[in-house]
């Protein structure tokens, strides 16, 4: 290993804000804070109300830095560290240099409460040695199955299940995976935005780069990765040339050289997560092209809710957390080849839309990220041993509890 470099912070501050009495919430994230609004967005910003909010992204590298932490805060009132390293460390490096950053800004004892939260594995490999007083994994993928995924990853994440206190899964197919790795799983599918998405039902004025499009059109929005089937894309296009596909997202871990390019595919690139409701109110049709591999086994996709609530019928391929609860419930119709898709499709098209919306307002109503992050909350203080009489106020809504589907 090379010799190591003198870790020097610049801009360190305390992650705790000045007068705050709430614990601290240390959050370890594989994703970035700014790149796609998903799960930990949801959860975090309204961990807010309760927890002074740290999120720990991953390092990025540049040449000749010294190693130091870049922290800035977000209008939704969390706080994100990025670690800022030299090109060219070795991996054992990495970890190192990240350990004492963090290790600078948060202290390897706690000066009070605080909670450490995993969506990544990989971070235990520099921060196994740091205090908490309560553990969490908050397990929304099965990393384990994705493209590059290594032996390491699966290590640390059995590391991660000895030492955490609470198990959260972002799907009941991830929860059925995982129930017996610990003492304390619990099932906390995608939940919905509603009144964000539902504004979708009331925009009659389509986003600059989509109004020129015709219709029949289906969407689809979130990552393009190795999780989508671009075959099923191409043939579904090919078989319906008069149907347009517009397809929001940024493009990760595959070559966008191997895209499908037809006239009626239209590759929109990334979007905001408060543009989505204007692209989704002129969408005809919700496309989850899925495709059926080691990646997508446990995937519970936020988008279906979230299409659900813009008010915009879906086909997706058969994703176990799909067909159970939506597909079964006949809000999702599901089809498992082109030819499927184009039947669900046109029987979409056809039939009336007021009965069907009707159902899934009714579905929706069930729940929300308010009721879930209450939920995974209620849970952590049962852990930490707090009373009712302990704990603060809670400013959020209350809901009825009903099982998680």
């Known amino acids: 290993m090379h010799e190591r470099l003198t870790t020097h912070s610049h801009a360190l501050r305390s992650p705790v804000k000045a007068g705050s009495e709430k614990p601290l919430l ?10 796609v609004w998903q799960r930990p967005q949801h959860l975090l910003s309204r961990a807010v109300k309760h927890y002074d909010v740290l999120i720990i992204e991953e390092p990025v590298f540049t040449a000749g830095a010294t190693p130091h932490m870049d922290v800035s805060d977000r209008p939704q009132g969390v706080t994100i560290a990025v670690p800022v390293l030299p090109e060219g460390l070795s991996h054992e490096d990495i970890l190192a240099e990240q350990h004492d950053l963090i290790e600078e800004l948060i202290g390897r004892e706690a000066a009070g409460p605080r909670v450490f939260w995993y969506y990544t594995p990989m971070a235990m490999a520099f921060t196994s040695d740091l205090e908490c007083d309560l553990c969490v994994y908050d397990n929304m993928d099965e990393l384990s199955l994705f493209r590059g995924a290594s032996q390491e990853l699966l290590d640390l994440e059995n590391a991660l299940f000895a030492r955490c206190d609470l198990v959260f899964t972002g799907g009941m197919s991830l929860y059925e995976a995982k129930r017996h790795r610990h003492r304390s799983v619990h099932g906390f ?10 504004q979708a039902r009331s925009i009659d004025k389509d986003p600059d780069d989509q109004v020129k499009i015709p219709h ?14 671009i075959d099923l894309l191409a043939e579904v296009a090919d078989l319906r040339p008069d149907w347009q596909f517009v397809m929001i997202g940024p493009v990760v871990k595959i070559d966008p050289s191997t895209l499908p390019q037809r006239p009626n595919v239209h590759w929109l690139g ?6 989505l409701p204007q692209y989704l109110s002129g969408w005809d049709v919700g496309f989850m092209n899925f495709a059926l591999n080691e990646a997508t086994k446990f995937i519970s996709p936020t988008k279906t809710p979230e299409f659900l609530a813009a008010g915009v019928p879906v086909v997706s391929t058969p994703i176990t957390d799909v067909v159970r609860p939506y597909g079964d419930k006949g809000l999702v119709e599901i089809a498992k ?3 499927e898709v184009v039947a669900k499709v046109e029987t979409i098209l056809s039939r009336p839309k007021d009965a069907w919306l009707a159902k899934v307002d009714r579905h929706l109503a069930a729940g929300s990220w308010d009721k879930t992050w209450t939920s995974m909350h209620k849970l952590m203080l049962d852990v930490t041993g707090d009373t009712a ?3 603060p106020a809670s400013s959020l809504p209350v809901y009825a509890t009903t099982p998680a589907e």
């Open 389 to 391: 009489s302990d704990r």
């Open 26 to 35: 240390v959050c370890f994230s594989h994703l970035r804070w700014d790149f």
């Open 337 to 339: 080849d082109a030819a």
């Open 189 to 198: 599918p995608s939940s919905i935005d509603f009144n964000h998405f539902s």
């Open 216 to 229: 029949v059109r289906l969407g689809f929005f979130g990552v393009v990765d190795e999780r989508m089937d």
């Open 270 to 275: 990334g979007k905001s997560y408060n543009e």
